[in-house]
Protein backbone atom coordinates (compact mmCIF):
# COMPACT_ATOMS: atom_id res chain seq x y z
CA UNK A 1 0.00 0.00 0.00
CA UNK A 2 1.35 3.37 -1.08
CA UNK A 3 1.77 6.01 2.05
CA UNK A 4 1.82 9.80 1.49
CA UNK A 5 5.21 11.93 2.89
CA UNK A 6 6.27 15.09 3.07
CA UNK A 7 9.25 14.12 1.08
CA UNK A 8 9.69 16.27 -2.23
CA UNK A 9 11.48 14.89 -5.53
CA UNK A 10 14.50 16.41 -5.68
CA UNK A 11 14.47 16.39 -9.67
CA UNK A 12 11.48 17.99 -9.89
CA UNK A 13 10.34 18.99 -6.36
CA UNK A 14 7.23 16.72 -6.40
CA UNK A 15 5.57 15.13 -4.01
CA UNK A 16 6.81 12.09 -2.86
CA UNK A 17 5.36 8.62 -2.47
CA UNK A 18 6.19 5.85 -0.54
CA UNK A 19 5.49 2.40 -2.04
CA UNK A 20 6.91 -1.13 -1.24
CA UNK A 21 10.31 -0.92 -2.02
CA UNK A 22 10.54 2.71 -3.63
CA UNK A 23 9.78 6.09 -3.51
CA UNK A 24 8.25 7.65 -6.31
CA UNK A 25 7.10 10.98 -8.09
CA UNK A 26 3.69 11.79 -10.55
CA UNK A 27 6.39 12.37 -13.41
CA UNK A 28 7.81 8.51 -13.11
CA UNK A 29 11.18 9.67 -10.58
CA UNK A 30 11.73 7.12 -8.23
CA UNK A 31 14.47 6.41 -6.06
CA UNK A 32 14.69 2.87 -3.87
CA UNK A 33 14.57 2.24 -0.44
CA UNK A 34 17.25 0.61 1.32
CA UNK A 35 16.88 -2.33 3.73
CA UNK A 36 17.66 -0.18 6.26
CA UNK A 37 14.83 1.82 5.14
CA UNK A 38 16.54 5.18 4.05
CA UNK A 39 16.09 6.62 0.88
CA UNK A 40 19.43 8.62 -1.08
CA UNK A 41 17.50 11.30 -2.19
CA UNK A 42 21.07 13.17 -2.51
CA UNK A 43 22.10 14.03 -6.63
CA UNK A 44 25.56 14.38 -7.95
CA UNK A 45 24.52 18.30 -8.57
CA UNK A 46 24.31 18.48 -4.91
CA UNK A 47 27.50 17.56 -3.84
CA UNK A 48 31.01 17.83 -4.81
CA UNK A 49 33.79 15.30 -5.26
CA UNK A 50 34.10 12.44 -3.05
CA UNK A 51 31.95 11.05 -0.40
CA UNK A 52 30.02 13.93 1.67
CA UNK A 53 29.61 14.57 5.44
CA UNK A 54 30.91 12.88 8.15
CA UNK A 55 33.44 9.88 7.28
CA UNK A 56 32.47 6.44 8.97
CA UNK A 57 34.53 6.64 11.34
CA UNK A 58 33.76 9.37 12.76
CA UNK A 59 30.07 8.30 12.89
CA UNK A 60 30.74 5.05 14.74
CA UNK A 61 32.43 7.37 17.10
CA UNK A 62 29.78 9.85 17.64
CA UNK A 63 27.73 6.87 18.01
CA UNK A 64 29.53 5.09 21.00
CA UNK A 65 30.27 8.40 22.77
CA UNK A 66 26.54 9.59 22.67
CA UNK A 67 25.21 6.05 23.74
CA UNK A 68 26.93 6.10 27.25
CA UNK A 69 24.92 9.37 27.68
CA UNK A 70 27.73 12.04 28.35
CA UNK A 71 25.52 14.13 26.51
CA UNK A 72 21.86 13.01 27.89
CA UNK A 73 21.44 16.37 29.87
CA UNK A 74 21.48 18.01 26.65
CA UNK A 75 19.39 16.10 24.68
CA UNK A 76 16.68 16.24 27.21
CA UNK A 77 16.63 19.67 27.87
CA UNK A 78 16.50 20.28 23.54
CA UNK A 79 13.79 17.82 23.79
CA UNK A 80 11.72 20.12 26.26
CA UNK A 81 12.73 23.38 24.34
CA UNK A 82 10.82 21.94 21.38
CA UNK A 83 8.22 20.20 23.04
CA UNK A 84 7.73 23.47 24.27
CA UNK A 85 7.11 24.76 21.10
CA UNK A 86 4.34 22.72 19.73
CA UNK A 87 2.29 22.01 22.65
CA UNK A 88 -0.15 24.62 21.61
CA UNK A 89 -0.84 22.67 18.10
CA UNK A 90 -4.45 21.16 18.08
CA UNK A 91 -4.07 17.71 19.43
CA UNK A 92 -5.90 16.37 16.71
CA UNK A 93 -3.23 17.54 13.97
CA UNK A 94 -0.19 15.70 13.44
CA UNK A 95 3.15 17.47 14.26
CA UNK A 96 5.23 17.05 12.00
CA UNK A 97 9.36 17.73 12.85
CA UNK A 98 12.72 17.38 10.55
CA UNK A 99 16.48 16.73 12.18
CA UNK A 100 18.10 18.61 9.65
CA UNK A 101 21.94 17.73 10.06
CA UNK A 102 20.24 14.62 11.78
CA UNK A 103 23.90 12.69 11.98
CA UNK A 104 23.48 9.13 13.28
CA UNK A 105 20.03 9.36 14.87
CA UNK A 106 20.53 9.74 18.78
CA UNK A 107 18.92 13.01 19.14
CA UNK A 108 16.05 12.41 16.57
CA UNK A 109 15.21 9.09 17.52
CA UNK A 110 15.49 10.35 21.79
CA UNK A 111 13.21 13.06 20.88
CA UNK A 112 10.60 11.08 19.04
CA UNK A 113 10.43 8.37 22.42
CA UNK A 114 10.50 11.36 24.44
CA UNK A 115 6.76 12.36 22.18
CA UNK A 116 5.73 9.03 22.65
CA UNK A 117 5.98 9.00 26.39
CA UNK A 118 4.18 12.21 27.19
CA UNK A 119 0.78 11.58 28.55
CA UNK A 120 -1.37 13.69 26.00
CA UNK A 121 0.82 11.94 23.36
CA UNK A 122 0.18 13.68 19.91
CA UNK A 123 0.89 12.02 16.62
CA UNK A 124 4.05 13.00 15.35
CA UNK A 125 5.27 12.39 11.76
CA UNK A 126 9.47 13.07 12.27
CA UNK A 127 12.05 13.24 8.83
CA UNK A 128 15.93 12.96 9.36
CA UNK A 129 18.30 13.98 6.47
CA UNK A 130 22.38 14.11 6.38
CA UNK A 131 24.36 14.13 3.79
CA UNK A 132 26.42 11.20 5.12
CA UNK A 133 25.36 8.10 3.82
CA UNK A 134 27.23 6.38 6.80
CA UNK A 135 24.87 8.60 9.28
CA UNK A 136 21.39 7.99 7.38
CA UNK A 137 22.51 4.45 7.73
CA UNK A 138 23.02 3.84 11.39
CA UNK A 139 20.12 6.69 12.02
CA UNK A 140 17.51 3.98 10.52
CA UNK A 141 18.96 1.47 12.55
CA UNK A 142 17.85 3.10 15.07
CA UNK A 143 14.13 3.87 14.60
CA UNK A 144 12.30 2.28 11.94
CA UNK A 145 9.08 4.80 12.28
CA UNK A 146 11.17 7.96 11.29
CA UNK A 147 12.17 8.35 8.07
CA UNK A 148 15.43 9.10 7.41
CA UNK A 149 17.15 10.58 3.97
CA UNK A 150 20.93 10.79 2.61
CA UNK A 151 19.87 14.98 1.54
CA UNK A 152 22.06 18.14 1.95
CA UNK A 153 20.40 20.94 4.38
CA UNK A 154 21.43 23.32 0.87
CA UNK A 155 18.62 20.81 -0.80
CA UNK A 156 16.26 20.14 1.62
CA UNK A 157 13.91 17.21 0.45
CA UNK A 158 11.43 18.36 2.03
CA UNK A 159 7.71 19.78 1.00
CA UNK A 160 7.04 23.47 1.35
CA UNK A 161 5.18 24.84 4.12
CA UNK A 162 4.84 21.25 5.28
CA UNK A 163 7.00 20.82 8.84
CA UNK A 164 5.99 22.50 12.06
CA UNK A 165 9.77 22.80 13.62
CA UNK A 166 13.35 22.07 12.62
CA UNK A 167 15.91 20.88 14.39
CA UNK A 168 19.58 22.16 13.37
CA UNK A 169 22.10 20.43 16.19
CA UNK A 170 25.72 21.59 15.10
CA UNK A 171 24.98 20.86 11.45
CA UNK A 172 24.81 23.22 8.54
CA UNK A 173 22.05 25.12 7.88
CA UNK A 174 20.45 26.89 4.78
CA UNK A 175 18.02 29.43 6.19
CA UNK A 176 15.82 30.00 2.76
CA UNK A 177 15.31 26.68 2.67
CA UNK A 178 14.01 26.02 6.38
CA UNK A 179 11.74 29.08 5.78
CA UNK A 180 10.38 27.61 2.61
CA UNK A 181 9.50 24.35 4.26
CA UNK A 182 8.62 25.16 7.59
CA UNK A 183 4.43 26.31 8.36
CA UNK A 184 3.36 29.94 8.87
CA UNK A 185 4.91 30.82 12.62
CA UNK A 186 6.81 27.31 12.34
CA UNK A 187 9.66 27.11 14.80
CA UNK A 188 13.59 26.59 14.07
CA UNK A 189 15.40 25.14 16.76
CA UNK A 190 19.56 25.44 16.78
CA UNK A 191 21.92 23.94 18.78
CA UNK A 192 25.13 25.31 18.78
CA UNK A 193 28.74 25.21 20.92
CA UNK A 194 28.98 27.62 23.31
CA UNK A 195 31.94 29.26 24.30
CA UNK A 196 32.91 26.93 27.24
CA UNK A 197 32.62 23.98 25.19
CA UNK A 198 34.90 21.52 25.76
CA UNK A 199 37.21 23.37 27.18
CA UNK A 200 38.93 21.36 29.62
CA UNK A 201 39.27 18.65 26.87
CA UNK A 202 41.37 21.28 24.82
CA UNK A 203 43.25 22.20 26.66
CA UNK A 204 44.35 18.37 27.10
CA UNK A 205 45.19 18.60 23.83
CA UNK A 206 46.78 22.20 23.03
CA UNK A 207 49.26 24.25 25.11
CA UNK A 208 46.74 27.06 24.35
CA UNK A 209 43.00 26.54 24.11
CA UNK A 210 41.37 29.30 22.65
CA UNK A 211 37.51 30.63 24.61
CA UNK A 212 35.69 29.90 21.57
CA UNK A 213 32.03 29.16 20.18
CA UNK A 214 29.20 29.52 17.36
CA UNK A 215 26.07 31.50 18.56
CA UNK A 216 23.67 29.87 16.67
CA UNK A 217 22.46 33.45 15.29
CA UNK A 218 20.24 32.94 12.15
CA UNK A 219 20.15 35.61 9.91
CA UNK A 220 16.22 36.92 7.89
CA UNK A 221 12.98 35.06 8.17
CA UNK A 222 13.13 34.72 11.62
CA UNK A 223 12.50 35.89 14.99
CA UNK A 224 14.32 34.72 17.86
CA UNK A 225 11.82 33.88 20.90
CA UNK A 226 14.40 32.22 23.05
CA UNK A 227 17.63 31.64 24.53
CA UNK A 228 19.06 28.96 26.62
CA UNK A 229 22.63 27.67 27.73
CA UNK A 230 23.23 24.14 28.97
CA UNK A 231 26.15 24.24 30.97
CA UNK A 232 27.64 20.78 33.02
CA UNK A 233 30.98 18.94 33.65
CA UNK A 234 30.86 15.52 32.73
CA UNK A 235 33.69 13.02 33.91
CA UNK A 236 34.84 10.74 30.67
CA UNK A 237 35.86 7.16 32.46
CA UNK A 238 37.97 5.27 29.63
CA UNK A 239 40.30 5.52 27.43
CA UNK A 240 37.83 4.92 24.47
CA UNK A 241 35.72 7.49 25.49
CA UNK A 242 38.42 10.28 25.44
CA UNK A 243 39.43 9.29 22.25
CA UNK A 244 35.64 8.67 20.34
CA UNK A 245 34.92 12.63 22.06
CA UNK A 246 38.15 13.92 19.97
CA UNK A 247 37.64 11.52 16.72
CA UNK A 248 34.08 12.81 16.79
CA UNK A 249 34.90 16.57 16.66
CA UNK A 250 37.01 18.56 14.46
CA UNK A 251 39.97 18.28 16.38
CA UNK A 252 40.87 15.32 14.87
CA UNK A 253 41.81 16.94 11.86
CA UNK A 254 43.50 19.76 13.54
CA UNK A 255 45.64 18.04 16.21
CA UNK A 256 49.05 16.75 15.32
CA UNK A 257 50.10 13.07 16.30
CA UNK A 258 52.11 13.64 19.71
CA UNK A 259 48.67 15.45 21.10
CA UNK A 260 46.93 12.50 19.92
CA UNK A 261 49.40 10.02 21.42
CA UNK A 262 49.22 11.93 24.47
CA UNK A 263 45.54 12.08 24.91
CA UNK A 264 45.93 8.20 24.65
CA UNK A 265 47.50 7.74 27.67
CA UNK A 266 44.71 9.42 29.38
CA UNK A 267 42.58 6.79 31.38
CA UNK A 268 39.95 9.76 32.57
CA UNK A 269 39.26 13.65 31.88
CA UNK A 270 37.07 16.59 33.19
CA UNK A 271 35.90 18.76 30.98
CA UNK A 272 33.03 21.04 30.61
CA UNK A 273 30.01 20.81 27.74
CA UNK A 274 28.53 23.94 27.30
CA UNK A 275 25.31 24.53 24.54
CA UNK A 276 23.53 27.11 23.52
CA UNK A 277 19.58 26.85 22.20
CA UNK A 278 18.37 29.20 20.31
CA UNK A 279 14.17 28.84 19.33
CA UNK A 280 13.16 30.80 15.92
CA UNK A 281 9.85 31.41 14.62
CA UNK A 282 9.05 31.69 11.20
CA UNK A 283 8.40 35.63 10.39
Known amino acids: MNKKSLFQCPVCSSALVEGERQYFCRKGHSFDIARKGYVNLLLPSHIGAGDPGDPKEMIECRRDFLNKGYYENFSNQLNEALISQVSDIDKTKEICILDAGCGEGYYTSRLRNRLLAMDDTKAASMYGIDV????????????????FAVASTYHTPILSNSMDAILCIFAPRDEQEFTRILKPSGKLIVAAP????????????????????????????????????????????????????????????????EAVEDLKKLTELDTEVDFNIMIYQKI
Open 132 to 147: SKAAIHYASGRDKNIR
Open 194 to 257: GAQHLLGFKKALYEESDVIGQKGTVGEGFELLKHMNVSYDIHLKGAEDIFNLLMMTPYSRHTNE
